[in-house]
């Protein structure tokens, strides 16, 4: 017997399944909700150049115990973590750049809140589960709606409130929909 468990399942996972299972049966168990009431969603209309900016005023005035930003992209994680780091913010990159036993030692450093800012890509977008995550950043708005729900899901998990910002500038915008 061949059993196989996933929150999402792409087309791509679907047709390896059907190779290897015999005749399958799928059960689909969808939530009331798509995102959950605890998680406060904000969403800021700001220009690319001011988006390191606007990022820093909200850490200075949220002051969260655990925040976790979202980039699309590797070089803008990168680029950011330079930012940060000019700065003098104390925070871990969390990318498919990374070696394996560095992202096992980010994760722990970020569970154990030794690490307080964690800068990433979507490769920590699903299955990452940390408790205590008090806030998420899109910096750049996810290419897929789903990767948002997941992306934000990270926070307000098991019945604790979060906040989720998404950052919408001038390039990415238009990939907002209603």
């Not at 990452?128 to 998420?136: A, R, S």
């Not at 996810?142 to 019945?159: K, L, W």
């Amino acid at each position: 017997q061949t059993l196989l468990f996933s929150a999402t399942l792409t087309e791509d996972i679907m047709r390896l399944a059907s190779r290897w299972m015999n005749a399958p049966v799928t059960v689909e168990v969808e939530p009331e909700k798509v995102t959950v009431d605890s998680i406060k969603q904000v969403i800021y209309t700001v220009s690319s150049k001011d988006r390191f900016s606007l990022f820093y005023n909200l850490l200075q005035r949220d002051n969260p115990d655990r925040l976790l930003m979202f980039c699309n992209r590797r070089d803008e994680t990168e680029r950011v973590m330079w930012m940060m780091e000019r700065c003098g913010i104390s925070a871990a990159l969390l990318s498919g750049a990374v070696p394996q036993k560095k992202r096992l030692q980010v994760l722990e450093g970020f569970r154990d809140g030794k690490i307080r800012v964690l800068v990433a890509t979507d490769v920590a977008g699903r299955g990452l589960h940390v408790d205590g995550i008090t806030h998420v950043i899109n910096y750049d708005i996810p290419f897929d709606a789903e990767d948002y729900v997941h992306r934000i899901g990270r926070t307000g998990r098991a019945g604790a409130s979060g906040v989720a910002y998404t950052f919408a500038c001038e390039n990415e915008a238009f990939s907002m929909s209603e």
